[in-house]
Each structure stands twice: as structure tokens, then as C-alpha cells.
């Protein structure tokens, strides 16, 4: 399995800085789900491809995808894209 170059380099992007964990609301606010879901890249990118989350959880290009949009869509932006 391979990621194609806007995901690579989307990911490069968040490779700086801790996984989300904290308790209480933060889950509630926007920039909360915002940390989450770079924290979860950042997790899926440290992982790896094919290979298994702490909760079983298959990391996938389309998994990686999907929490991309989700992360995108939170934020109002669109990374430019690359061409690698």
C-alpha cells in the first residue's frame, strides 16, 4: 500500500507535535476536534500502512483520506496541491 504525494506531503505537514490526549469537553469545541484529528494522522502516519492501531484499527490510504477531509472540512482549508 502506498499514499499518493498530497497525502505524503499532508502528513509532512503535521509530523511536529503530540496525539490528542486530554479529558473533559475539548472533544466539544472545534479546535479540539481539530488537535484530534491531526493527533490521529500523526498516530496513522507513526503506525504506519497496513499495519494495526491500539484499538485494531487498520491504518489504510483510505483511512488516512477520509480523516484528511474530516480534518479539512473542521478547518475551512485546502492545502494547496503538490505535484512529487
Not at 490526549?21 to 500523526?42: C, E, H, P
Amino acid at each position: 500500500m502506498e499514499l499518493d504525494a498530497l497525502t505524503n506531503a499532508y502528513l509532512q505537514q503535521l509530523s511536529t507535535g503530540t496525539n490528542y490526549v486530554d479529558s473533559g469537553d475539548r472533544l466539544a469545541s472545534r479546535t479540539g476536534l481539530i488537535a484530534f484529528y491531526k493527533g490521529q494522522l500523526r498516530k496513522f502516519n507513526k503506525v504506519g500502512l497496513g499495519k494495526k492501531t491500539e484499538f485494531d484499527v487498520m491504518v489504510t490510504p483510505e483511512l488516512i483520506a477520509v480523516t484528511i477531509r474530516r480534518l479539512e472540512e473542521l478547518s475551512n482549508i485546502r492545502l494547496p496541491k503538490t505535484t512529487a
